[in-house]
């Protein structure tokens, strides 16, 4: 007699555990830890059992259901406990190659190589822009219409370089998805010329020498801020450093005997193979650590939060910026500006092109040449380093003529 949900309700575990048939292989297995559905068939000569679930999750009818489809199966000639695994395993395998798992896969790669801050952004832009909209799908089934239409919505937002950065992201996440035999094609490369082209943009610096004076002279009568934030942008302006890489600066870097703060590797924009770029310090940099040393030597860090001197817990990337837009600089000169600002005027100056871009540590555009170029430059840029912390005095003070680079007599 086939089973009734009131049947099922009244049944009662036993000492042992026992079956209630409903018909055709289909029982329900009631024992002291609940009430399983199971079907029982033979296949190829052997008796097997196949769970359906478990009771009352499964109800009666969806456990008929669910034997009406295995004796379907079983009629075609198909065992339905291996259809069973070849679909979780079908299942397992798409929910491995959807993009976002393919996406995170890349992305912990290239963070071995990235610095933290670059890896950090890196994710925040797929979280935010990129999974939402496709991370479920299958990396080798997105269309370059389905990125597009991802795209064109973060272009909407006013945001058309951030857009053109994840294009570029979603292009090297395919390209990497064919590299491991999970995609055959690169929609992002079609969508060349579809989207906006982002306005180029440089970031506020001051370069003409009179009006970086008078910036010069407005930081030094900017004593209302925190003295470690005035510190931080004192360095950054005499080391003319990215921001990344003297907010995360740590005391044990500095060899104070060599006149040199060795940056890591892993904390620069590009990956290098070099372990450190080396920075070599002026007297005024060497006069302002010492300085700053009293303020913040019993920490890690140069520049730590105010409220924390924990792993991690350094300035902000805005701390500096915050007080050159309360100076009254903002669109006019950022902390970043300051590489720009050294650049141009030191340019001024005679100092070869290779010591500059050493020292800015920006990658060499040729491939070739990067093969070759391995110099550090160091002699020139040691004098390069004293003359520019030179110059902010002399400016500073209001002097109008640069002294140009001279070679030492040999």
Not at 88 to 105: D, I, Y
Not at 205 to 213: N, S, V
Not at 214 to 235: C, I, K, N, S, W
């Given at each position: 007699m086939p089973l009734t949900d009131t049947a099922i309700k009244k049944a009662k575990p036993s000492d042992k555990p026992y079956k209630l048939a409903d018909g055709g292989g289909l029982c329900l297995?009631?024992?002291?830890?609940?009430?399983?559905?199971?079907?029982?068939?033979?296949?190829?000569?052997k008796f097997k059992t196949l769970a359906l679930g478990t009771y009352p999750d499964v109800s009666l009818a969806r456990a008929r259901e669910k034997h009406s489809d295995a004796r379907r199966l079983l009629a075609d000639g198909v065992d339905p406990s291996v259809a069973r695994k070849e679909n979780k395993h079908a299942e397992k395998l798409a929910s491995s190659n959807s993009f976002e798992a393919v996406a995170r896969e890349w992305h912990a790669g290239k963070s071995?190589?990235?610095?933290?801050?670059?890896?950090?952004?890196?994710?925040?832009?797929?979280?935010?822009?990129?999974?939402?909209?496709?991370g479920h799908l299958s990396v080798a089934e997105v269309k370059a219409s389905q990125l597009l239409a991802m795209l064109r919505k973060i272009e909407s937002q006013g945001i058309a370089y951030t857009a053109s950065r994840i294009r570029e992201m979603c292009g090297q996440v395919f390209r990497y998805a064919i590299a491991t035999g999970r995609a055959e094609d690169n929609p992002a490369a079609h969508l060349l010329g579809a989207m906006q082209k982002p306005a180029t943009t440089h970031r506020p610096a001051i370069t003409e020498r009179r009006e970086f004076g008078e910036f010069l002279?407005?930081?030094?009568?900017?004593?209302?801020?925190?003295?470690?934030?005035?510190?931080?942008?004192?360095?950054?302006?005499?080391?003319?450093?990215r921001a990344q890489e003297f907010r995360f600066a740590r005391w044990e870097e500095f060899d104070f005997d060599a006149r040199e703060w060795k940056v890591p590797a892993k904390r620069m924009k590009v990956g290098k193979s070099l372990p450190a770029h080396t920075v070599p310090l002026s007297n005024q940099t060497i006069a302002l650590l010492e300085e700053l040393r009293d303020l913040t030597g019993h920490t890690p860090y140069l520049f730590p939060k105010a409220k924390g001197y924990g792993e991690g817990e350094v300035i902000s990337e805005n701390t500096v910026?915050?007080?050159?837009?309360?100076?009254?600089?903002?669109?006019?000169?950022?902390?970043?500006?300051?590489?720009?600002?050294?650049?141009s005027i030191l340019s001024e100056q005679g100092w070869s092109v290779e010591a500059m871009e050493r020292q800015l540590d920006h990658?060499?555009?040729?491939?070739?040449?990067a093969a070759y170029a391995r110099s550090q430059h160091l002699p020139e840029r040691r004098r390069?380093?004293?003359?520019?912390?030179?110059?902010?005095?002399?400016?500073?003070?209001g002097a109008d003529v640069i002294p140009m680079n001279k070679k030492p007599a040999a």
């Amino acid at each position: 007699m086939p089973l009734t949900d009131t049947a099922i309700k009244k049944a009662k575990p036993s000492d042992k555990p026992y079956k209630l048939a409903d018909g055709g292989g289909l029982c329900l297995l009631v024992s002291a830890t609940g009430r399983y559905w199971r079907y029982n068939y033979r296949f190829g000569g052997k008796f097997k059992t196949l769970a359906l679930g478990t009771y009352p999750d499964v109800s009666l009818a969806r456990a008929r259901e669910k034997h009406s489809d295995a004796r379907r199966l079983l009629a075609d000639g198909v065992d339905p406990s291996v259809a069973r695994k070849e679909n979780k395993h079908a299942e397992k395998l798409a929910s491995s190659n959807s993009f976002e798992a393919v996406a995170r896969e890349w992305h912990a790669g290239k963070s071995k190589k990235w610095a933290k801050v670059t890896a950090d952004k890196a994710m925040t832009h797929l979280d935010a822009h990129v999974f939402p909209e496709i991370g479920h799908l299958s990396v080798a089934e997105v269309k370059a219409s389905q990125l597009l239409a991802m795209l064109r919505k973060i272009e909407s937002q006013g945001i058309a370089y951030t857009a053109s950065r994840i294009r570029e992201m979603c292009g090297q996440v395919f390209r990497y998805a064919i590299a491991t035999g999970r995609a055959e094609d690169n929609p992002a490369a079609h969508l060349l010329g579809a989207m906006q082209k982002p306005a180029t943009t440089h970031r506020p610096a001051i370069t003409e020498r009179r009006e970086f004076g008078e910036f010069l002279r407005d930081l030094r009568a900017a004593t209302g801020f925190d003295p470690v934030t005035r510190h931080a942008a004192y360095f950054a302006l005499l080391t003319f450093v990215r921001a990344q890489e003297f907010r995360f600066a740590r005391w044990e870097e500095f060899d104070f005997d060599a006149r040199e703060w060795k940056v890591p590797a892993k904390r620069m924009k590009v990956g290098k193979s070099l372990p450190a770029h080396t920075v070599p310090l002026s007297n005024q940099t060497i006069a302002l650590l010492e300085e700053l040393r009293d303020l913040t030597g019993h920490t890690p860090y140069l520049f730590p939060k105010a409220k924390g001197y924990g792993e991690g817990e350094v300035i902000s990337e805005n701390t500096v910026g915050k007080m050159l837009n309360n100076m009254g600089y903002q669109g006019k000169q950022c902390v970043h500006g300051f590489r720009a600002s050294a650049r141009s005027i030191l340019s001024e100056q005679g100092w070869s092109v290779e010591a500059m871009e050493r020292q800015l540590d920006h990658k060499e555009a040729n491939g070739t040449v990067a093969a070759y170029a391995r110099s550090q430059h160091l002699p020139e840029r040691r004098r390069m380093m004293q003359a520019w912390a030179d110059t902010c005095d002399a400016l500073e003070n209001g002097a109008d003529v640069i002294p140009m680079n001279k070679k030492p007599a040999a």
